[in-house]
């Protein structure tokens, strides 16, 4: 697999975001309490909301504009709600932050 580097593990804050610009669209890259990176793409799937400017908590997102939780695990919406978005696997090297490159280039539909 083929990664691209994103830069570092200190660029996001604890329980914050980072969003990445792709070609194939915006990717959200979230750093929780305990220092587990995940990337998911940045738009929820209820209304298409900014994740990355979303409340994380574990290993979820709340969605800032209808409070959809979004599993960053999985990329599912929790609870009653349904949808998911696109999960980009990510690669921690030290203080670097890499993702799939093969991943970005396949977006979902």
Not at 93 to 101: K, P
């Amino acid at each position: 697999m083929n990664w691209i580097s994103i830069g570092v593990i200190s660029d996001i804050p604890r329980r914050g975001a980072r969003c990445v610009a792709t070609p194939q669209g915006k990717v959200a890259v979230f750093r929780t309490q305990d220092d587990q990176v995940y990337a998911i793409d940045d738009h929820c799937p209820h209304k298409g909301g900014p994740l990355s400017q979303g409340i994380v908590h574990g290993a979820a997102v709340t969605c800032p504009l209808h409070n959809w939780v979004i599993s960053l695990e999985t990329g599912k919406a929790l609870g009653a709600d349904e949808g998911a978005v696109r999960v980009i696997p990510v690669k921690v090297e030290g203080e670097r932050l890499f993702l799939a490159q093969e991943a970005l280039a396949s977006r979902a539909a």
